[in-house]
């Protein structure tokens, strides 16, 4: 599976199998994060073996079952478009995810916040975390707005790297599967923007590193 194929093979998945993640994959997850924790600055977490932080009346509500690994994602407050930067490192996380044989589902409402075990330093916020496991089901694909009404160009007049980033993007997960995004193509560049609402700004991030995977084409 490349990542391409992880793109389009991942769905939200809520409930669980029985099963710990394997120590190997849990080692491979643990050097990804932390190189993307590098990268960007983030404090993302691997945390294995607490169901309590989906034991809420909000998790039951959000239908989670065996949930009880989680990536929490987490980042200094004073950090300029911390939520982006969640948003695009946090989904690079769940990429590999898919292509190391897991589910995931994002998930900023429906969790115990005061239970989840991340370790916060002072000036740090958990912005949401990851569900992460082996999925009952693979899940399945989310209704999606038109192309039309999501980005600049006509169908007719895509270029083919730019449809790819379309799709893409088109797939990513957001909050309440809201896509509340827009991309716009003006000469070569792409720009991609967020429009106002819960967790606009994570998505935003999401909705970047799929485009970006899927065709090449960095973002602005
Ligand atoms: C930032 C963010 C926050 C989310 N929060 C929740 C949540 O609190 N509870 C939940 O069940 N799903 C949550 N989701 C999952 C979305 O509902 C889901 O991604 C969306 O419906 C699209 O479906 P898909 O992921 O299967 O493509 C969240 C997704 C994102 C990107």
Not at 100 to 126: H, M, P, Q, R
């Amino acid at each position: 599976m490349d990542i391409r194929d992880a793109i389009q093979e991942r769905h939200s998945v809520r409930s669980f199998k029985n099963l710990p993640i394997e120590d190997e994959v849990k080692n491979k997850l643990n050097a990804l994060i932390e190189q993307a924790n590098e990268e960007s600055g983030l404090n993302m977490q691997l945390v294995c073996d607490d169901p309590e932080c989906f034991d809420t009346f909000l998790a039951h509500y959000g239908k989670f079952s065996n949930a009880k690994n989680y990536i929490a994602v987490v980042g200094k407050k004073s950090m300029e478009n911390l939520d982006e930067l969640c948003g695009y490192y946090g989904q690079s996380i769940v990429l590999e995810a898919q292509m190391l044989g897991l589910n995931t589902c994002w998930v900023g409402g429906t969790y115990g916040k005061g239970k989840c075990k991340a370790d916060t330093e002072a000036g740090e916020k958990i912005v949401c975390v990851i569900a992460i496991g082996y999925g009952e089901t693979e899940g399945v694909k989310h209704k999606s707005k038109p192309v039309e009404k999501l980005c600049n160009v006509s169908r007719d007049d895509m270029p083919t790297w730019f449809k790819n980033g379309m799709v893409a993007a088109m797939l990513a997960p957001t909050a309440l599967n809201q896509q509340k995004f827009f991309v716009s193509l003006v000469g070569d560049e792409v720009m991609i923007t967020a429009k106002r609402g819960p967790f606009t700004k994570v998505d935003l991030g999401i909705v970047k590193y799929n485009f970006e995977a899927a065709c090449g084409h960095k973002c602005k």
